[in-house]
């Protein structure tokens, strides 16, 4: 088999979750030898390609444009959802020029439509040599006028011979928010785990770090991840923590608040970004990781967390339960309150819960891609 995995033009300009999971899965896909590609943007050479894998309909524009690329081509499509619920964080939790977006544009769908034209007149003048192109982003956007974001979310998992969701929560949001799917259409794939956070070496961190226990938060430092909440819920508690993650370049001014604030908090760090090793030590020397996020799908970094051994504090606007159950601590993105509450019960909890044997190797992308595999074949024998 031959597999296209396409997904949003600045997924390495812009690292996140979708980023390791297309890159995990691509890895897993090609030890089981199949023949595995990633292509960004929406003008892909999709010669001699058997299937094309797009990945995020929250990126409805570029998707749907991938998607009919595929139709146009006679190449069977299939795409893995993604899906976030952003109308809270529209409301609550957007900042700077987010939040005077929203107002202008007058409703959730309306932002979307705002920021894909955005990215269609930011594409137009990458291409024009106007400004610098990110990695992966030509053409991203181009076409994205017009129909609704919501329209183009329905539009895109119509051409798609399954979409994917990593949980049946996940697939039954989806469905509330968009309608049903045509019948056989859903398929579940959950996600997977890396053996390296697994066996991550707590020395390997602590050598760079120091010893002693610490609370951990990775993440892009940004509106949506809710940074500044969690300072805030730290405040008073004396609890070391470090934040990882580099600044979001389109949401400097929260940056700066964050910065602010992280002055202000004792015993609480930042670093951009750490060496592979030191990075998943840090994982497993951590005696907490939180993830505040005003919205996540599932939260990769939390399950990450949980399979290195640490206690996981994280948003309860997530499908993460349908991984962790109750052996986490669900927070309220909302509450500063809801975050410290759960951030000093995993504390002081005497004992992890056993996340470490509940996830792994039960979540691996080995698995992950195994059914994937199957999900290609059974779309390529039809």
Not at 214 to 238: I, P
Request: glycine share 10%; proline share 4%.
């Amino acid at each position: 088999m031959r597999i296209l995995l396409q997904s949003r033009a600045n997924l390495f300009a812009e690292p996140g979750g979708d980023t390791r999971q297309v890159m995990e899965t691509l890895r897993a896909l090609r030890r089981r030898g199949v023949r595995a590609n990633v292509a960004l943007g929406t003008n892909a050479d999709l010669s001699g390609v058997d299937l094309v894998h797009c990945f995020n309909l929250t990126r409805a524009a570029e998707t749907l444009q991938k998607a009919r690329q595929a139709r146009r081509r006679g190449v069977p499509c299939v795409v893995t959802a993604i899906h976030h619920d952003l109308r809270e964080y529209n409301r609550l939790g957007r900042v700077g020029l987010g939040r005077w977006a929203f107002h202008l544009a007058g409703s959730d769908d309306g932002l979307e439509r705002l920021r894909a034209i955005f990215h269609a007149a930011r594409g137009a003048a990458e291409r024009a040599g106007l400004v610098g192109a990110g990695r992966g982003s030509r053409g991203a956007g181009r076409g994205a006028r017009g129909a609704s974001t919501v329209d183009a979310r329905r539009r895109a998992a119509a051409l798609a011979a399954r979409v994917i969701f990593h949980c049946e929560e996940e697939r039954a949001a989806f469905e509330a928010a968009l309608g049903p799917l045509r019948p056989g259409a859903a398929r579940i794939v959950p996600l997977g785990i890396s053996e390296e956070f697994v066996n991550g070496d707590p020395a390997r961190f602590r050598a760079w770090f120091g010893a002693g226990d610490f609370v951990l938060a990775v993440g892009r430092v940004e509106d949506l991840k809710n940074q500044c909440a969690v300072l805030d819920a730290l405040g008073g508690t004396g609890l070391p923590a470090l934040f990882v993650g580099e600044v979001n370049r389109r949401h400097r001014w929260y940056a700066r608040r964050f910065f602010a604030k992280l002055k202000e908090t004792p015993n609480a760090r930042h670093a951009p970004r750490l060496p592979p090793a030191v990075f998943t030590g840090a994982f497993a020397a951590a005696r907490v990781h939180v993830l505040a996020s005003w919205s996540e799908s599932a939260g990769l970094v939390s399950l990450e967390a949980g399979a290195a051994g640490a206690r996981v504090v994280t948003t309860a606007r997530s499908f993460a339960r349908a991984y962790l159950g109750n052996d986490a601590w669900h927070c309220d993105p909302a509450s500063v309150g809801s975050i410290r509450a759960a951030l000093l019960a995993a504390w002081r909890a005497p004992e992890p819960p056993p996340l470490k044997a509940r996830l792994y190797p039960r979540f691996s992308w080995e698995n992950a891609a195994a059914e994937l595999a199957r999900v290609y074949e059974e779309v390529l024998g039809e």
